[in-house]
């Protein structure tokens, strides 16, 4: 399988390329074929192939090593959960076509909205997770206020008359008041998710103990970058 060519010209002082040169060069193709592949291979293990992003797998070890790094430095990390609202209504009116062009775009826009230092992955089905190092929840809550409203500018063509645009319920979790291990982190984060599916959709909520918070929406700057 050809999978990309390298080209070589100019040999210093004029010479030209001998046997040699070509053994060199054919040993360095075949290194960098393997690399390559490799690298292709890396991606189908770590990476969904719809949607681009991180799977449950590698994104649950990423998690781990997140939490193993804030516990040993004691630095801030928060975790924020989403579901798509109504999406099996959706797939059952318009089709999994329609449904799949939702996620396709849905997954852009979170890469596009989220810090260089966040880990978005595909939770799986509609579900959608952000791991936010360096975050507390407060500035948590700006970020996903932020993801919220971008996903709700979605504009999805129907046919000549119709659009539809998806909607995201959102729960916030934070390292280590809200949960120590991956598995009480993501409890935390899916309570509140669901607290959100509960009261009305279309809103983010922090987990608390005594009871989750609904975040009142935010005045954001969509340039403002949370440090």
Known sequence: EVIGVINITNKKHDKLFNQKDL?????????????????????????????????????????????????RYNRNMSLIMMDIDNFKKINDTYGHLTGDTILKRLAAVLQETVRKIDIPARYGGEEFVVILPETDKENACVIAERIRKNISEIVVK????????????????????????????INAADTALYHSKHNGKNMVSTYEKDGCKKVEQINIDIQQEIQ
Request: charged residues 25%; glycine residues 4%.
């Open 158 to 185: 129907i046919d000549e008359n119709q659009n539809l645009s998806p909607t995201v319920s959102m729960g916030i979790a934070q390292y280590s008041t809200d949960g120590q291990e991956a598995k009480e982190l």
């Open 23 to 71: 053994e060199f060069i054919t040993s360095l193709a075949n290194q960098a074929a393997i690399a390559i592949d490799n690298a292709k291979l890396y991606e189908l293990a770590t990476k969904d192939g719809m949607t681009k992003l991180y799977i449950y797998r590698h994104f649950y070890t990423l998690l781990e090593n997140e939490i193993r790094r804030c516990s």
